[in-house]
């Protein structure tokens, strides 16, 4: 899972961009780091669990920081300077 990928980068001092935290839109856990060549990497696990009887949640443009960032409900210069 997530919280052990985490660990598992500290534990090897790996640089974590972004995390461990939530995407809003699919609700799965997800961590960002850099390998040692300067890749993002990303460590997703989780969400897109089906309940017929939960309402459709609808995202607009104004809550991209919420919907990508859940916690932090904001996007960053830095996720946003890198393509993973």
């Known amino acids: 899972d997530v919280g052990h990928a985490a660990d598992i980068l500290t534990r090897y001092d790996m640089s974590v961009d972004i995390g461990p935290t939530r995407h809003g839109i699919t609700r799965g856990q997800t961590i960002y780091f ?15 669990h089906y309940y017929p009887d939960n309402p459709t949640r609808t995202w607009t443009a104004d809550q991209a920081g919420k919907a990508i960032f859940y916690y932090e409900r904001a996007l960053n210069d830095r996720f946003m300077g890198v393509v993973t």
Request: no cysteine; net charge negative; aromatic share 14%.
């Open 34 to 48: 850099s390998d040692p060549s300067g890749n993002r990497n990303e460590v997703f696990a989780g969400g897109y």
